[in-house]
């Protein structure tokens, strides 16, 4: 079945580090591919997405390449704020079968910056 | 526009007793999603509405969780009896239905099972 393999956390950066979350993914068809983050005290909300191969995601300084050649969507920041702080997934959206539509979780990386 | 709402928000009660979530979705999405989240990981669905049709409830555990959706708009999640293992948070979504399309989740009801 699909599954989705996150770098383990926690990670603790001081302010204007750059930043990397490795995402690998296992699925059959054409998935889309998400990172979602929650902030503290707050619910799941997107963060950005790529529905296919080559495509770039990118919102609020974040990146991420979906990669089929590697089965990546690696999440990229620059220059991380203390107001980045906060618990990402990246997930996977199944395209076909009885599981179109659901998504598949990583299991959350902790992202804490220092200022 | 209002997002997807979900109470109660916290549920404390005993082992073996019975439980009701309420998720109402964001208005004109017909995919409503019902998704379990342990401490530490990410969350695993365990039922998607189509409408008042349920598509997926394949990991939905059926001796004792049940879900309804009668209308095709607001849903309720039940356990009963609870088990110790069921505390967790349990987070109701709401989408355009294709895999490409986001989900937006509601705050969560996190519920402590004694």
């Known amino acids: 079945g699909d599954s989705v393999t996150q770098m383990e956390g926690p990670v603790t950066l001081s302010e204007e580090a750059f930043l990397t979350i490795n995402c690998t993914y296992t699925?059959?068809?054409?998935?889309?591919l998400f990172w979602y983050v929650q902030y503290p005290g707050e619910g799941l909300q997107l963060l950005l997405k790529?529905?296919?191969?080559?495509d770039k995601g990118s919102n609020k300084g974040f990146e991420a390449t979906y990669r089929k050649e590697t089965t990546s969507f690696h999440l990229e920041k620059g220059s991380v704020q203390v107001s980045d702080s906060a618990v990402y997934f990246c997930a996977l959206g199944n395209a076909g079968g009885t599981s179109y539509g659901k998504l598949t979780f990583g299991q959350g990386t902790i992202l804490t910056v220092h200022p | 526009e209002a997002g997807v709402v979900q109470s109660p928000r916290y549920k404390i009660i005993e082992k073996k007793q019975p439980v009701a979530f309420w998720c109402n979705p964001i208005s004109g999405h017909n995919t409503l999603y019902w998704y379990l989240q342990n401490l530490g990981q990410g969350p695993e669905l365990l039922i998607r509405?189509?409408?008042?049709?349920?598509?997926?409830d394949s990991q939905l555990p059926k001796d004792r969780f049940s879900a309804e959706r009668l209308k095709g708009v607001d849903s309720t999640l039940k356990i009963q009896p609870a088990e110790l293992g069921d505390s967790a948070v349990y987070l109701c979504?709401?989408?355009?239905?294709?895999?490409?399309?986001?989900?937006?989740f509601g705050p969560g009801t996190r519920l402590t099972v004694l």
């Open positions: 699925a059959t068809g054409y998935p889309s």
């Open positions: 790529a529905t296919k191969a080559d």
């Open positions: 509405y189509e409408n008042e049709e349920a598509v997926d």
């Open positions: 979504a709401s989408s355009l239905g294709s895999p490409e399309d986001e989900q937006f």
